[in-house]
């Protein structure tokens, strides 16, 4: 029955009302994941902003990743921490309609985005002598609107087609999220064609940047084992395989999630991975990608007012040529 606080229009986010306790660890372990991630992030996109040493392909792209990382948590992890301290379980159509638009574009845009950071390393470590010319500003700005676009473009199409999908009455949504999957397992019709549509589009967003970030890494790999010192590899190695291992929880839950039917995966399977993939690895990037590097550390010791020689005020075309572009992987 609806309580006077709930409308036909409502979506019931069941989550993880079977298990009361776990909700309350839950609570807990998201809310100090949340405030990780949402720090973490928004300190990569400041410092890269203010600090004009960072104004380099690789800080501008990483911006980009932690903004999307932003807008992965923000879109779901607040209201489920409101579902999960409370009965009320509930949240509004238009709620629901935010959640899957958001999901949707941004992981198709950290799809595309992933490869382009690929790319940009690829550059950077087999043809270092080029890399100025080939990475300069106007592509890095296509590329990442290629990216966001491609991403919002598939949500806009896929979306309405995912909610017009007939419910008959079904309210009760078995996820924390107004997830793709989760809403088509609602569904009282057919809904081969809007999972067909789903799993090609999934081909040029998600196999064929895969593909492209298992060849680039590739190369590295055989220009890093090219590299005479001992020194050199392990550090070459040890950054690329940070890469790959974002990389590899990233996309193993995307493809997990979307390219198999709605009915097929564990329905509790679901549940974590999309917490996994909406909150650990949003957690997890920044640590992995910048806040543990040289630059990234100095930038925030120039904000911090530890060190003011770090101040750089010659303009961002310095910026851009700046030799910190891993080029060092070639030379050591």
């Known amino acids: 029955m609806e309580t006077n606080n709930e409308s036909s229009w409502d979506f019931i986010l069941l989550g993880f009302s079977d298990r009361p306790r776990l909700e309350m660890v839950l609570f807990v372990v998201n809310m100090v994941f949340y405030f990780l991630?949402?720090?973490?992030?928004?300190?990569?996109?400041?410092?890269?902003?203010?600090?004009?040493?960072?104004?380099?392909?690789?800080?501008?792209?990483?911006?980009?990743?932690?903004?999307?990382?932003?807008?992965?948590?923000?879109?779901?992890?607040?209201?489920?921490?409101?579902?999960?301290?409370?009965?009320?379980?509930?949240i509004s159509f238009v709620g629901c309609v935010i959640q899957l638009f958001a999901f949707?574009?941004?992981?198709?845009?950290?799809?595309?985005?992933?490869?382009?950071?690929?790319?940009?390393?690829?550059?950077?470590?087999?043809?270092?002598?080029?890399?100025?010319?080939?990475?300069?500003?106007?592509?890095?700005?296509?590329?990442?609107?290629?990216?966001?676009?491609?991403?919002?473009?598939?949500?806009?199409?896929?979306?309405?087609?995912?909610?017009?999908?007939?419910?008959?009455?079904?309210?009760?949504?078995?996820?924390?999220?107004?997830?793709?999957?989760?809403?088509?397992?609602?569904?009282?019709?057919?809904?081969?064609?809007?999972?067909?549509?789903?799993?090609?589009?999934?081909?040029?967003?998600?196999?064929?940047?895969?593909?492209m970030i298992l060849v680039s890494y590739g190369y590295i790999a055989a220009a890093v084992l090219r590299i005479k010192s001992a020194a050199g590899r392990r550090k070459a190695f040890n950054t690329c395989s940070s890469h790959m291992v974002v990389v590899s929880l990233f996309y193993s839950t995307i493809i997990y999630m979307y390219m198999q039917p709605g009915n097929v995966a564990s329905q509790d399977q679901g549940k974590f991975?999309?917490?996994?993939?909406?909150?650990?690895?949003?957690?997890?990037?920044?640590?992995?990608?910048?806040?543990?590097?040289?630059?990234?550390?100095?930038?925030?010791?120039k904000v911090l007012g530890k060190d003011r020689s770090l101040l750089d005020t010659e303009g961002i075309d310095r910026a851009w040529n700046s030799p910190q572009l891993f080029i060092c992987f070639r030379t050591m």
């Open 37 to 90: 991630a949402v720090t973490g992030n928004s300190t990569i996109i400041f410092l890269s902003l203010v600090d004009l040493r960072l104004h380099t392909p690789m800080y501008f792209f990483l911006s980009n990743l932690s903004l999307l990382d932003l807008c992965y948590t923000t879109s779901s992890i607040p209201q489920l921490q409101v579902n999960l301290w409370g009965p009320r379980k509930t």
């Open 104 to 211: 949707l574009s941004v992981g198709g845009i950290e799809c595309i985005l992933l490869s382009v950071m690929a790319y940009d390393r690829f550059v950077a470590v087999c043809k270092p002598l080029h890399y100025l010319t080939i990475m300069h500003p106007q592509l890095c700005l296509k590329l990442a609107a290629f990216a966001w676009l491609s991403g919002i473009a598939n949500s806009i199409l896929m979306s309405p087609l995912t909610m017009s999908l007939g419910r008959c009455g079904h309210r009760r949504i078995n996820h924390f999220v107004c997830e793709m999957p989760a809403i088509i397992r609602i569904s009282c019709v057919d809904t081969s064609r809007v999972e067909g549509l789903a799993f090609f589009l999934a081909i040029p967003i998600v196999l064929v940047p895969l593909t």
């Open 273 to 301: 991975l999309t917490l996994f993939y909406c909150l650990v690895t949003p957690t997890l990037n920044p640590f992995i990608y910048s806040l543990r590097n040289k630059d990234m550390k100095a930038a925030l010791l």
